[in-house]
């Protein structure tokens, strides 16, 4: 109705104005210039009047953006979209049927010789890890193993104070030493700090590891050096290791991240806690790792809406790192490598079917445009906790002051939430995806990015339902299911799958394949099609194997002093890594 009155208003309008352009045609055909202006200012009137008005916004969830309020669900809408989002989520994915069948195995075959047969007592390897905690954690996992390859004594890992995170922790702060050293005795030899010989400490020689070097290139590269120097430092020691290595190195490696890197008792106490907190306010809840720091964003090369104001503030932070190169941020996006906005994985989460009352746990840094930016994930999601809402300040105290500790409480509740989710797929999605494999298959859930960013930019095309249909179907196969990825895809720490193990005997006492519990719509039919699929869309190279499924990767080193400097191996290969890693 009201509709059918502004159309008769704007044809009344028109009338009368064409009237009155008859009624003065006359006196301005005298006047030839004021003619050609009021013609033109006719013109420009007369179109305002008539063309069609655009949509209305509801004014009043725009206002409730920019103060951070709650609004309701249903005006995540324009009034002529048929896209409504219900409250209600429908069937809950808090575990699958399959995962009881799979469980972690990293024990050394009987071929594995150990510390005391292999140890050369005059070769001394240091590594000098680069990132945050989580890149970190995945340089220490890699040089537990270059030490067994060198036949070294490896001295306890120094953790990057320098850089980006600027923080000053250092290992026997963050993980147990002591445990660290005696759960690898058989393994490795490892000492706390390099002896004195002469009086004297002994000074490493410092040089790099080529990116993705495999046993033999260690050997042949790094092995000489310290045969002539007997100390050699490895430094910005994070993905120096190939993917490409026997079971029982990679059983190694599973050795170290999964049982030897312990946090410390102070760590594990405030994290043991937020998860008990969680606990109480409900039975099941999800963890989201939510990568939306203005530096994040601004190296993503990425666009979010947010006008010059957007392009102005990440400009300027772009400009730190000299040789950053210019990106497309439409062509990023459809390549995936932009990570999801709070909004569109707070949609995501509900087309796989949790409602408004489930619980959030946001591990996060610095939000880019805080509590407006949220607004949205918090109308689907009004539960929403952090760490600084679930403790005092009195007990993050201790933390607060510490990136990597912050994250590492932040790493503590996602490896225990029921469910875990991320906007992206940096370190932490990858170390927590692939922990979570090893310790029972527990519900992981990996944005297909590259297939939600067209289902995202149309989807006030569709209805709710033919969204979360969407939805589903694209998310077969990044959903933390057994067996989601061949042996040997992704990166080792995100698919480790040479420590994985089947319980063929209680599988087949269940008779048939159980159905997958983890999409629960008519998608279950081509199940395999579509991991198939999916599968044959990821890189298989192993050159580019960081950029599978991933934001943030580049051709780029990180570097000290905050530049970026082209990324290439000492073997001449260039290869990509991940800039802005957690």
Known sequence: ??????????????????RWILFTRHYLLQFPLLSAIFAFLLFFAAFSVI???????????????????KTDESTFS?????FRVPRSGGRRLWNSMQSKFYYGCSNASDSFQTADLKTNRNRYLLIATSGGLNQQRTGITDGVVAAYILNATLVVPKLDQKSFWNDSSDFAEIFDVDWFISFLSKDVTIIKQLPAKGGKV?????????????PICYLTKVLPVLNKKHVVQLGKFDYRL???????????????N??????TDSILEIGKKLVQRMRMKSDHFIALHLRFEPDMLAFSGCYFGGGGKERMELGKIQRRWKSLHASNPDKERRQGKCPLTPEEVGLMLRALGFGSDVHLYVASGEVYGGEATLAPLRALFPNI?????????????????????????????CDESDVFSTNNNGNMAKIIAGRRRYFGHKPTIRPNVKKLYKLFTSRHNKTWEEFMSKVRSHQIGFMGEPNELKPGRGEFHENPSSCLCE???????TGPNPTPQTLPHEGHKNLKENIKRNEASEVTDEHSIENEHGQGATEMDYVDNGNAVQGRSLAGEMLSEEFFSD
Do not use: W
């Open 1 to 18: 109705m009201k509709k059918k009155k502004r159309e008769t208003k704007r044809r009344n309008n028109a009338a009368a104005v064409l």
């Open 51 to 69: 063309s069609p008005l655009p949509p209305i916004i509801n004014q009043h969830r725009s206002s409730q953006l920019k103060n951070g309020a």
């Open 78 to 82: 324009t009034e002529t979209s048929p």
């Open 202 to 214: 002994l000074t490493p020689y410092r040089t790099r590891a080529p990116r993705k070097c495999t």
């Open 242 to 256: 190939s993917n490409r290595l026997s079971p029982d190195l990679q059983k190694l490696r599973c050795r170290v």
């Open 258 to 263: 999964y049982h030897a890197l312990k946090f």
């Open 385 to 413: 906790h952090s760490k600084e809402t679930l403790a005092s300040k009195r007990e993050l105290a201790p933390f607060s002051s510490y990136s990597s500790r912050m994250a590492a409480l932040d790493f503590i509740v």
């Open 503 to 509: 319980d063929s005997v209680a599988k087949a006492a």
